[in-house]
């Protein structure tokens, strides 16, 4: 396979310093990666500096393959929309060409009713329109304790969404975390994956309905790939079946050991296991 296409998530090794993304970038490129994903957040460290970026870049010769953006429970506007041509035209000019999207974070009380599933296709279809301006391509990422959490609501997502705008990047321990079955969802929607989140999870048996807040109980059941519950081989297939040629990201939120370590190990099961 082309390793090439193995990226490295990021933001674990912190993301409100330079010096966090250059230890990032130092250790995962003497790993072997040539491209990262990072949330975007962190192009604040770099005070919007884009020749500062592009040297760290430069240095470790890598790549950005996506930044990621989450919807907040409040001051949607001011938080995602407030700044967005700005901080999307800094990433068009890394030569990003997708972003990932989670869904609005907390779940609602009473659950996620069609009006609630309409009003946050909504919003998702806003960022996504305004990104596709910038010549960049949202990907919604389903995600434990957000309004996209659950099968329905990922089928609701994508059945009611232009493919043209909305794409898919599936997570495939947080669709464990939210009841599904990551085989079944990523065939359903194959076509429509643009970017991959692969991070194995010790077993569905989380409490789904938790704050999933670092080091509540869902995330000390993600794991590193492998040595988890997901069926990896099966999902590999489906993506080769259906020609996906893009990022293979893998992530782990809270490494056992190490940051390093565990992007060393998830880089060699990607390696041999693609």
Known sequence: MDISRITAAIWPWGTETREQMELAAQQVSAIGYKS???VKRAIYAFDMDLDAYKEVLKRYDLTPASFYFHLPEKNVDQEIFGNIDRELDFIANLDVKRVCL?????????GMDEAKKEYELGLIMKFAQASKKHGITTNLHPHHNTWVMYEDEIDYMMQNSD???LSFAPDTAHIVAGLGDPVEIIKRYADRVNFTHFKDIKNADVKSEGLA??????YSNFCEL????????????ILKEHNYDGP??????QAPISNELSAKNNF???KNNY
């Open 213 to 218: 807040s670092a080091g509540m109980e869902v």
């Open 248 to 253: 293979l990201c893998e992530e782990l939120d």
């Open 268 to 270: 060699e099961f990607l």
């Open 102 to 110: 989670q869904a609005t974070y907390s779940r609602p009380e009473g």
């Open 163 to 165: 493919p043209k705008i």
């Open 36 to 38: 990262f994903e990072s």
């Open 226 to 237: 492998g040595q988890g519950c997901v069926d990896f081989k099966t999902i590999f297939g």
